[in-house]
Every structure is written in structure tokens, then in C-alpha cells.
């Protein structure tokens, strides 16, 4: 007997009852279904955080000032004074393939307009930062070398400091004040939303740096040019841990830090988010098989099911085949592929209502989905190997059928 | 029309098959010894019970003997203790020497007849171009060419056990096995069948038919009669001509 004498006799048979063949099919159907429709809507989550990790900059180094410690108790991070805007420099000119560096302090502090006022972080920056954050202007304008400079009290709010102090008003030329420095408004940033954190990017204010230092009380009394952080921008393609072992070295250097000292600021960048984020998307991957397999693990039983009963059905049959001489390996193949043709047709099903189902999420609830290739191959696969699984025992009660009591069944 | 010096197409010897029931063991047939020529139309007769399906059976490697010998065209499909054919050659035994009639037919019946009568070539490793041409042929033999693409179920009882007939011949067996052929059928269907049954023993197929109808007896050349399990009679007739 040829595989395409089985198929043939496996295609017959299920014709046969095909209301009976539909409902068998459904649990692998369903099974299949949900698979594809639910890795289609978890790889379209995760593609638009990929997104957003790489928006704000997978070839971002953040440098930050460390903690110091004094006999051995360290104060936490921000209380070394050490990180200066001159190491910002030295990073730009020394280290191959940095693009750039922006230097800034942040300071959280209450924002008043009028009778208005708002709790936010103040960031003092150079326009790099602007670019190396990714930030851009919705009006007005950003922050200037020259303001810079010139220390000019002016000031950039995001949206949501806007929509505290102004509602919905134009806040350009509208004067603010930071402790008792009054700073002008020149531009509102364009809305970021949350981070992947779900912070709100946009409770910032910029100033420049050079304005921060000047007015905000406290601030750079030791240090004139002390920063709290830098964020280094690399080429893109550039080898992210190299980069950054090439800037420790450099500021170990800059700081005098003799070999077994710690270091005295810290060092991160953006593909540890996305790291994190990876394992998380695995941790739902397995969540998926988990499902997965039950739903197959039942349909495959529904289709052991059927397979029974259609054994005992066709006992004539069977005995008839053999009588007529076939092999009991001939009845076993016969069967198994009527078993799989089964469980392929239903993953067929399951492959098509599991594309509808992601696309017809993504048009109706607006969630990203993107159909991924190797579910809907493992998904038949693991069909596929449902409907062998589950029809060999089937297929070899047919095949241990005695000819002569077969020949003999009602 | 068994002319004296044919050659043996079966020779059973000493054949014994029995089956335990309960604490009883049955003795389904019985020290059996027979030789059948090729060319003859033998009746197997005797009351249910009396073995002859069993005997049956055997000839039609369904089952193996619990003792005793069985050869077919020379070739030991039973031998003395177990030593035989394994069961994958006497599938292929069945599929090429052996065609098997029904009583009630045991059509596929969603199949056509050609379907039907394509079968054994499934079995038979044939290619699909001869098959079609060796069924048509087959259902030309039993005169139903032209009932190629009617189902089982658009035919006649008459017509279904030829088509059945015609199943049983594509494969030019040695041997037609017809347990009970005219048992569903009415009498002039039966007489049409057995009159069939005459004209391919006259063409050279040697036919062993089951039957406990003596009417249907008296068309064969030789009747086996069994009674519990044993062979008691061996009579050579002449057969009586069925329209």
C-alpha cells in the first residue's frame, strides 16, 4: 500500500462523517488557534518595546557619580562629587567612536507660574543632551549653545509640567520661577509618554547647564564643575561592553583610583534593558508552550477518541483488508495517517483562524500583532506529531485484529 | 472434469485446530487430511459447528493449525509445529493465491465497484494505470463493465457478490474461497452466481465453496462433508449444470 493509497483511503474515511471529522479536528484547531493568535499578539507587545528600548537609545552609555565611602560605609549613589564635566570632554576626544557627550545635573524642585505651582526634576543640560536623549521641541525652541554660555535663564517644560501650570494656555515668553530665579519659557518638548519603567518622561524641565549651577542653591559649591551624569552617545554598530570598559579605564585614570579601589561612579547602558526585557518575553514563550500543550494534549486525546470508535466501526473492514492481504503494517500505516491527516487538517484550520484572529485583534483593539513564523511551524509540527501520538494506539488495535472475528462483526 | 493425473493444488495433512473454552477444549477440526487437484469445484458441507468454516479458515491462511500440514502449490504454509509462513507472507499468500467470497459481500461502501475491485492491487504493489485496466477487465468477466462507477449501494445483491467475485479474481488467484456466496441471495440470484461460479472452474480456477445447502452442493464435482471437526464423507458427483 503506497502513502497515497492511504492518504486517499485517510481523506475517504474522514469524508465519510464530516460533521464527526470537524468536531474531532476542533481541539487542535483551537489548540493551533490560540498559539498563533497569542504569540502573534506577545511578539507584537514586544516588538514595540524593542521599539521604544531602541528609541531611547540601545548605543547609550549613562555615566553616573558613585557613591563614596567613608570607613567602609558607602553613601549611595550621587554623593561622590567626582564625575566633572572635563571627564565629559576627555570621554568625547579620548574614546574612538563616541559621537557624543552630554554632561548634566538633576535636581527635583517645585515649578510656580502665577498661582500655579508643580512638583518636577529639573535637568541642567547642553543641547547634546537634547540629541543624545532623543528629545525633541513641539514648539518654540530647545536650548542653545549660546544659552548655555551665556547662562540664560531660560527654560524648555514637557508637556505635563505644561499642563499643570498652564492647562491648556501657551506657556511660550511666560515667566517661571525655580527657588527665587525667574526663568523665562522658550519651548515645550514634544511628548515622550512612559518609559518602559512607566515613568512619565515628560515631569521635566531643561535649563542649561550652566543656569542650574548658577541658581540653584547648594549646587556646586564644591566643585564648580561637577555633573550628576553624562549620557555618551557611540556610533551606531559600535561594541557596547568594549565601549564601555575603554571609559572605565579612562575615568579609573582621570580619578587616580589605584588598582582593588571601587569605582567611584557607575556605568549602564540600554541593551541591559533590553536583556531584561528578553527574559521576560521567554518566561511568556513558556507560558504559551504551557498552554499549548494542553490544548493539543486534548485535542489529541479527542482524536484517540475517534480513532477507537472508528476502528470499531470498520472492523469489517479491517478484517476484509487483511483477508484480501493486507499486511497488519499496511492497517497500522492506514490508520496512522488517517489519524494525522486529522491533526494536520485541523492545524491547517487552526494556522488560518489563528492569522485571522491576530490580524483581526490588531484591527479591532489596535494591538500591534505580527504573525511569527516559527509558531505557526511549530504549531503544525507539533500537530503533526499529536496525530501520530495519538492514533498509534488505535491504529494498532486495527492492526491486532483477528481476520476471522472481524470478518464476523456486526 | 478432473482429469486423472492433475496435479495437487492443496494437500492437508493431519490438520488440527482447536480452542479452549472455559476449563473445555474444543476440537474445531479434527485430524483432517484431503487433497484437492487443481481444476476441481469442491462443496464444503456439514451442520454449523462441524468445522468447516474452520477448514476454511485454514485454506485461507485466516488462521494457523495447531498441528498438522498444509501445502499450497507445493509451498508449506503450515508445517509441524509452528514452522510456517511468517504472518507478512501469508498476507502476500492471500493477496496473490487466494480470493475470498462472502455471503454478505463485505463491499467498501463508499467505493465504487471499480474501487472495489482495485483493492487487492493496493495490496499488490500494482501501479494505478493497470489496476484500472485489470478491474475493468475483472468486472468485463462477471459482465459488469458498465457498473464500473456505481456504488455498492446502486447495485443488486446479484450484482454486489459479482463485483465481490470480481475482486476476488483480479489478482488471478489459484484458489476462489466462497464461504456461504448464495446465502444473502434469492434463488434465481443464486443460481445466477453458481452458474458464474461453474464457467470460471470450466476457464481452470480451482473453487472450494462452503455451503450447508445441499442444492447448492449438487452444482459442485466433489463434496467434503464435515461433522465434529472431522471429514466423514468424500464424494465425487457429477455436477448438475446451473443455467
Known amino acids: 500500500m503506497t502513502a497515497w493509497d492511504a492518504l486517499r483511503a485517510a481523506l475517504d474515511s ?13 481541539g487542535i484547531v483551537i489548540g493551533v488557534a490560540a498559539v498563533i493568535a497569542m504569540v502573534a499578539v506577545g511578539a507584537g507587545a514586544r516588538d514595540q518595546v524593542l521599539r521604544q528600548i531602541a528609541s531611547l537609545g540601545t548605543n547609550l552609555i549613562m555615566v553616573g557619580q558613585g557613591s563614596i565611602a567613608r570607613g567602609g560605609v558607602k553613601l549611595g549613589a550621587g554623593t561622590a562629587s567626582s564625575l566633572t564635566e572635563d571627564d565629559a570632554l576627555a570621554v568625547l576626544s579620548e574614546i574612538p567612536g563616541v559621537v557624543v557627550t552630554a554632561p548634566s545635573v538633576r535636581w527635583g524642585l517645585q515649578i510656580v507660574a502665577g498661582n500655579q505651582n508643580w512638583g518636577t526634576v529639573l535637568f541642567g543640560i547642553t543641547p547634546d543632551y537634547m540629541d543624545a536623549r532623543d528629545w525633541s521641541v513641539a514648539t518654540g525652541r530647545g536650548l542653545s549653545d549660546e544659552d548655555v554660555a551665556q547662562a540664560n535663564k531660560v527654560v524648555v517644560l514637557g508637556q505635563t509640567v505644561v499642563r499643570n501650570l ?17 526663568l523665562t519659557v522658550v519651548g515645550v518638548l514634544a511628548e515622550k509618554g512612559q518609559n518602559t519603567q512607566g515613568q512619565d518622561q515628560d515631569d521635566v524641565i531643561f535649563v542649561p547647564l550652566s543656569t542650574a549651577k548658577r541658581n540653584i542653591p547648594g549646587m556646586a559649591k564644591s566643585n564648580p564643575r561637577f555633573i550628576h551624569t553624562m549620557v555618551v552617545k557611540m556610533r551606531d554598530g559600535t561594541d ?34 533590553s536583556a531584561t526585557r528578553d527574559a521576560s ?4 514563550s513558556f507560558l504559551l508552550a504551557a498552554v499549548a500543550a494542553v490544548s493539543l494534549l486534548v485535542g489529541g486525546i479527542g482524536i484517540m477518541n475517534i480513532m477507537l470508535v472508528s476502528v470499531t466501526e470498520r472492523t469489517r473492514e479491517i478484517g476484509l483488508r487483511i483477508a484480501i492481504g493486507a499486511r497488519r503494517r499496511d ?18 484550520v487552526g494556522v488560518a483562524l489563528g492569522i485571522g484572529t491576530a490580524m483581526g485583534v490588531a484591527a479591532l483593539a489596535g494591538w500591534p500583532t505580527l504573525i511569527q513564523t516559527d509558531s505557526v511551524v511549530l504549531a503544525v509540527v507539533v500537530s ?11 491504529a494498532r488495535r486495527a492492526a491486532r485484529l483477528n481476520p476471522i472475528e472481524a470478518l464476523r462483526h456486526e | 472434469m478432473a482429469s486423472e493425473p492433475a496435479e495437487p493444488l492443496i494437500t492437508v495433512e493431519r490438520l488440527t485446530r482447536h480452542y479452549r473454552m472455559g476449563p473445555q477444549i474444543v476440537h474445531a477440526l479434527d485430524d483432517v487430511s484431503v487433497v484437492i487437484h487443481r481444476g476441481e469445484f469442491v462443496a464444503v458441507m456439514g451442520p454449523s459447528g462441524s468445522g468447516k468454516s474452520t477448514f476454511m479458515n485454514l485454506l485461507g491462511c485466516l488462521d494457523r493449525p495447531d498441528s498438522g500440514t498444509y501445502r499450497l502449490d507445493g509451498q508449506e504454509v503450515a508445517g509441524q509445529e509452528g514452522t510456517g509462513l511468517s504472518s507478512d507472507a501469508l498476507a502476500a ?15 467498501l461502501p463508499r467505493q465504487t465497484a471499480l474501487d472495489n475491485v482495485m483493492l487487492p492491487m493496493v495490496y499488490a504493489g ?73 464457467r470460471l472452474n470450466r476457464c481452470g480456477i480451482t473453487i472450494v465453496l462452503v455451503t450447508h445447502e445441499p442444492e447448492v452442493a449438487r452444482f459442485a464435482g466433489r463434496v467434503l462433508n464435515f461433522r465434529d471437526g472431522r471429514l466423514i464423507d468424500d464424494v465425487n458427483q457429477t455436477p448438475e449444470a446451473a443455467a
Not at chain 1, 474522514?14 to 476542533?26: C, E, F, K
Not at chain 2, 499468500?93 to 463491499?107: D, E, H, P
Not at chain 2, 485496466?133 to 457478490?161: I, K
Not at chain 2, 483480479?170 to 441471495?185: K, M, R
Open chain 1, 384 to 394: 503533526g506529531i499529536v496525530g501520530v501520538f495519538f492514533g498509534l494506539y488505535p
Open chain 1, 281 to 284: 518575553s521567554r518566561a511568556l
Open chain 2, 126 to 198: 500494482v501501479g494505478h494505470a493497470q489496476r484500472v485496466e485489470r478491474a475493468l477487465t475483472a468486472l468485463d468477466s462477471v459482465g459488469l463493465r458498465e457498473r464500473a462507477r456505481h456504488r455498492p449501494t446502486q447495485l443488486s445483491g446479484g450484482q454486489q457478490q459479482r463485483v465481490a467475485i470480481a475482486r476476488a479474481l483480479v489478482n488471478d488467484p489459484l484458489l476462489l474461497l466462497a464461504d456461504e456466496p448464495t446465502g444473502a441471495l434469492d434463488t434465481v440470484t443464486s443460481l445466477e452466481i453458481i452458474g458464474l461460479f461453474q
Open chain 1, 240 to 273: 557596547m561592553a568594549e565601549a564601555q570598559a575603554q571609559i572605565r579605564d579612562l575615568l579609573r585614570q582621570r580619578h587616580r583610583l589605584v588598582a582593588g579601589q571601587d569605582d567611584d561612579f557607575w556605568m549602564r547602558d540600554l541593551s541591559e534593558v
Open chain 1, 166 to 182: 498652564f492647562g491648556g494656555g501657551d506657556p511660550i515668553g511666560e515667566p517661571v520661577r525655580v527657588f527665587s530665579t525667574p
Open chain 2, 93 to 107: 499468500v492471500r493477496n496473490r493465491s487466494i480470493g475470498f467470497v462472502f455471503q454478505s459481500f463485505n463491499l
Open chain 1, 331 to 348: 492497517i497500522l500505516v492506514q490508520f496512522l495517517i488517517e489519524s494525522t491527516t486529522l491533526s494536520l487538517i485541523g492545524a491547517a
Open chain 1, 14 to 26: 474522514l469524508r465519510a462523517n464530516p460533521l464527526r471529522s470537524a468536531l474531532t479536528m476542533l
